[in-house]
Structures are given as structure tokens and as C-alpha cells.
């Protein structure tokens, strides 16, 4: 386990949650849902976080029904969210919200 | 909304589960759950998946958690689980059990 | 071979390139060359491309270098431009240039 | 420029070239065709290599015509053949010759 694989403190989530507002924390993981035009820009995106998520080698929990993505991050190896999570999910909002 | 699109009874959803037997009924869908060898793989499936239920104008209820995808298969228009509910899970059984 | 498949005669191709000005003839394929912010922003195109070509079941000939796409259609079984060609070619904008 | 990124010498790269026989070299990259079923099972294969590419930071001159994937891979960089460009060969193999 890497030393950033350490789960951040509920403080330090709070904190660094204004840096990603579009997302919450819900049972101990970071918390998105968006809704896209189609299922073909929904899986588009997908595409480009699956991308993002293989290079940090960081994989999100992630559902879609049609045009809406549900995403949440976590770090199972270390039991909550990380700082990776926050760079994952930063990511993410730039593929989103140009 | 299209003929095809009419639920089927259960008797006829009990007779087709046969053609597809890696799936099951769960809350009124088509079930299956897909382990793959990492995420790569499982991510591989989703664009094959995708690409067919786009042909197919038939999207999939589904989730990814790094190697494993979760797949639930229903038609909301019609309310049940449909023809082309059942083409959609052959077509996918196509890319993964060969 | 459906209808739609028949070749275009040269003064209909002119006429209908008006409805994707940013796609030129050559080789007797519509070209257009498109360049993204990255790799991940192609591809993500790509794969809109890709659900679009496999609805339509016509697929492009195209070549991808990091954040440039290349993209040529014709029809190899009609031996020319046809109606469907055109139609993928609009998609694609619609994809790209909103 | 990473050290990795230097051009390996063509004694070097025909040593190499037995760790991957199934490419050539032409024009200065390593060259490989393969053919899939069809267009779905090519562009999943694409989307393998992709994330591949994307984790490497090193990404392929490709190309696509329905179930045949066209691929050259070459450090821009470096002006030749690298170190890394028999890494991305090698996994690309992997996805395809299993």
C-alpha cells in the first residue's frame, strides 16, 4: 500500500470537499451523480473517467441507467476516502463541467 | 411504444430463462453478475455491451466496481422484463461466454 | 444490398456537402480531420463514433494519433459516397462541434 | 524528455523483436494488423489499448476499418523505437493472443 493510501480524517474531507462541491460523502465515499444528454455522451464520459481511472490506478464504483452516471470513490484498501479519491474525482469534474 | 416492447408473463419469462441460463429474475429484471481479470476486461465487456445496446435501442441497468459488472435488464416502458430484454442478454452472454 | 446503399452521383454529393461544410471530398470518401485537447477527449469521441456506426451499421475507415482523429467514409459495397454516409457524417458533427 | 525515451539501435530493436514476434518493423515503428470478428469485437480491443496507452502515457498511431485494427507504435520523442514502445507492444499482445 502506498503512503498516499491512507484515508484522509472526517476534517480533512470536510476541508477538501470545497475543492470538489458538485461532490458529497455518503457512506464513507465520495458521491456524484450526473445526468448527460444520452446514453451515448453518459458513456462517452465513462469512457474518459475509465481512462483517468486506469492511469491512477484507482477505480471508481460507478452505476448508469441511460443517461445518468452514478459515481462513488472510495479506497478499499485503505477503509475511506483518500487523497487520491479527491484527484480522481477532481478529474472527473474537469471531464464534466468545462 | 413498439409491439415488443409488452412485458412478458411469467410463465413465458420462466420458459425463455433457458436460452440464457447465466441469468436469473431479480425484482422483475434480468440478473447476471460478471467477474472479469481486472478492469481492463470488464471495462473491454461495458463498450461491447454498449455498443449493442445502442444497436439495440435497449440500455441496460448497470454497475461496474473495478473487475466485476452487475447487470440488471428491464424495460421501463413497459414495465417488465420484454422480448428484447432477453436479445440483449444473449447478445451479451455472446461476448462473454465463448 | 438495402436501398439506401446506392452511390451518390457527384452532383448530389455536391449539393448534400452543404449540410456538413466541415467535411470535404476525397478519394471519393468524405474526409474531415479533427483535433482534440487530448488523447482522452479523442477517444471519448471515438466511442461516440463508434455507438453511432454500429446503430447505423456503417463504419467509418479512420486512424487516430494521440489527440488528432482522421476520419473517411464511404460505402465499400455500394463503391461510392451513399445517403448513409452523409448521415453518420452529420452525427459525428453533432458530436464534435456543439 | 524521460531516459526511457531514448531510441534503441537497430541491433537492440531486432533482439527485441523476438519478445513479440507477431510485429514487424516499417518505417522506423513497430507495425502490427490484426483481424476481429467484427466491428464490435475490434473496437473493445481498441478500447484495451487504450487505457493501456493512457496508463504508459504512450499512445499508438492506429488505425480502423470495420474488424481490422491497424497499429504503428513510435516514440515522436525520441525520433525511433523505445524501450517503452516494445512495453505497450508486448501488452497489446497480451489482449489479444491469450
Known amino acids: 500500500m502506498s503512503p498516499r493510501a491512507k484515508a484522509l480524517g472526517s476534517d480533512e474531507i470536510t476541508g477538501r470537499?470545497?475543492?470538489v462541491p458538485q461532490w458529497s460523502v455518503l457512506d464513507?465515499?465520495?458521491h456524484r451523480e450526473i445526468?448527460?444528454?444520452d446514453?451515448?455522451?453518459a458513456f462517452a464520459f465513462m469512457t474518459r473517467v475509465a481512462l483517468?481511472?486506469?492511469?491512477?490506478?484507482?477505480?471508481?464504483?460507478?452505476?448508469?441507467?441511460?443517461?445518468?452516471?452514478v459515481i462513488d470513490i472510495t479506497s478499499h484498501d485503505a477503509g475511506g476516502i483518500t487523497g487520491t479519491c479527491f484527484s480522481l474525482a477532481?478529474?472527473?469534474?474537469?471531464?464534466?463541467d468545462r
Not at 483517468?52 to 452516471?69: F, Q, R, T
Open 28 to 30: 464513507n465515499r465520495l
Open 17 to 19: 470537499l470545497s475543492e
Open 35 to 37: 445526468r448527460f444528454g
Open 39 to 41: 446514453f451515448s455522451e
Open 52 to 69: 483517468e481511472a486506469e492511469k491512477l490506478d484507482h477505480h471508481p464504483d460507478w452505476s448508469n441507467s441511460w443517461n445518468l452516471v
Open 90 to 96: 477532481s478529474a472527473i469534474d474537469g471531464f464534466v
